[in-house]
Nanobody
């Protein structure tokens, strides 16, 4: 069984920073892409940033230049550094990972969700 455990939930003022972490644990053979999505109230879940096992990254236009995704492959952990936060960044942030399990199966996993609130 594989789990993604998120941390870093918090409240920040506009212009402030927060850092989210997501650690994958369980029977893991390898991890392909890892990323972050978010869902604001009344809106659909949207991609924030992704990182492939090869090191390529992709960002939503709305966060380019402000957010940075990084990975520690030795710890099976992905991070999201969020700077210059705006009220419109307020959402529940979900970690996502495509993992090949110890049984050789490629599955898509989601974290439990982390609330990020940007408000003065």
């Amino acid at each position: 069984q594989v789990q993604l455990v998120e941390s870093g939930e918090g409240l920040a003022q506009p212009g402030g920073s927060l850092r989210l972490s997501c650690a994958a644990a369980g029977s893991i053979l390898s991890i392909n892409a890892m990323g972050w999505y978010r869902q604001a109230p009344g809106k659909q879940r949207e991609l924030v940033a992704t990182s492939t096992s090869g090191g390529s990254t992709n960002y939503a236009d709305s966060v380019k230049g402000r957010f940075t995704i990084s990975r520690d492959n030795a710890k099976n952990t992905v991070y999201l550094q969020m700077n210059s936060l705006k009220p419109e960044d307020t959402a529940v942030y979900y970690c996502n990972a495509r993992i090949i399990t110890g049984w050789g199966l490629l599955n898509n996993y989601w974290g439990q969700g982390t609330q990020v609130t940007v408000s003065s």
